[in-house]
């Protein structure tokens, strides 16, 4: 009997052992399963927002699309990880889209300030270049030079016909930019002197202008000098050309600064861009190649006011 009682007791704790071994093991293996999953999950969040913070997305003025393209091309040819998209829709979606956080940088021709539903303290400018705007026409009109009056004249409505500035007997067509755009609005500063442009047909797209203006017998617009290609001719304004040169000096008045601006400081990525938008890669080859002014050729300065200052 005593040696009955004895094995039971014995079967009786390795059973008791076996069971506990079970339950550690199991243990053992829930834990490693969580802390594999919960890496997992800290891996994946790391990559989402390395991927986020990398991601750059660059939307408004088709005046500085082109230079902003082709810088956002070289750098990620030199930065592979870095994500950048660049679209127009002019300045004013530009400034609402980066003020409602929906793009990283908001491309623009005009100071925050100037744009109506935008709350320019919560920007940050970043002014990457100057450009210069100049009237475009057709080139079978027969005019070079108009006053500052007659160009007011053909917007507002009160020149008609080219022969009334000393061109051929041809109906001027009046092609205008769309409501929000930069470089309407930097026309219409400088040009306007207050006076409404008439309503005619509007486009959202510099490169839309500058085809219809080339193909239609007898059209006057205006376009960014970076646009102006031999198929159009710039017209002078009052006997000065629409130079550089010119533009420095603040003896061609159309001209705008190209801001590109951000909610608040930008993240370290877009930081990165920005800073190799103002580097010599950019400001002394690119720049110059597509037409642009750099900053630091000015001779003058502009405020959102539109009050011009001597450096």
Request: charged share 15%; net charge positive.
């Amino acid at each position: 009997m005593l040696v009955l009682f004895q094995r039971r007791e014995i079967k009786r704790g390795v059973n008791k052992m076996k069971k506990s071994a079970l339950i550690t093991i199991a243990l053992t293996v829930v834990a490693v399963t969580l802390a594999l999953a919960g890496c997992g999950k800290s891996a994946k969040s790391a990559t989402q927002a390395a991927s986020s913070d990398t991601k750059i997305v660059a939307v408004g003025s088709t005046a500085l699309q082109p230079l902003v393209e082709q810088a956002a091309e070289q750098y990620q040819a030199a930065h592979p990880a870095a994500k950048l998209t660049v679209q127009g829709g002019g300045s004013g979606t530009g400034l609402s889209q980066v003020a409602q956080g929906a793009v990283t940088i908001g491309n623009s021709d005009i100071f925050a300030e100037q744009a109506k539903g935008v709350t320019a303290a919560k920007l940050v400018d970043h002014q990457v270049a100057v450009v210069g705007m100049a009237p475009v026409t057709n080139p079978d009109v027969g005019v070079k030079n108009l006053t500052m009056s007659q160009l007011r004249g053909i917007f507002s409505g009160r020149f008609t016909n080219w022969h009334q500035l000393g061109g051929k007997n041809e109906a001027i067509t009046v092609v205008n930019r769309a409501t929000g755009s930069g470089t309407r609005a930097t026309f219409e500063a400088a040009v306007m002197a207050g006076q409404k442009a008439k309503t005619t047909q509007e486009q959202d797209s510099s490169g839309t202008v500058q085809q219809i203006v080339a193909k239609t017998p007898g059209a006057i617009s205006y376009l960014a000098f970076s646009y102006i290609k031999a198929d159009v001719q710039a017209l002078a304004v009052d006997g000065v050309q629409p130079t550089e040169a010119n533009v420095a000096t603040n003896d061609w008045k159309i001209w705008s600064y190209e801001h590109m601006y951000t909610k608040g400081q930008p993240n370290a990525a877009t930081k990165r861009f920005l800073a190799y938008m103002m580097s010599a890669k950019v400001q002394s080859k690119l720049v110059k190649q597509l037409g642009y002014i750099s900053i630091s050729a000015m001779k003058v300065q502009k405020d959102a006011t539109g009050k011009v200052t001597t450096k």
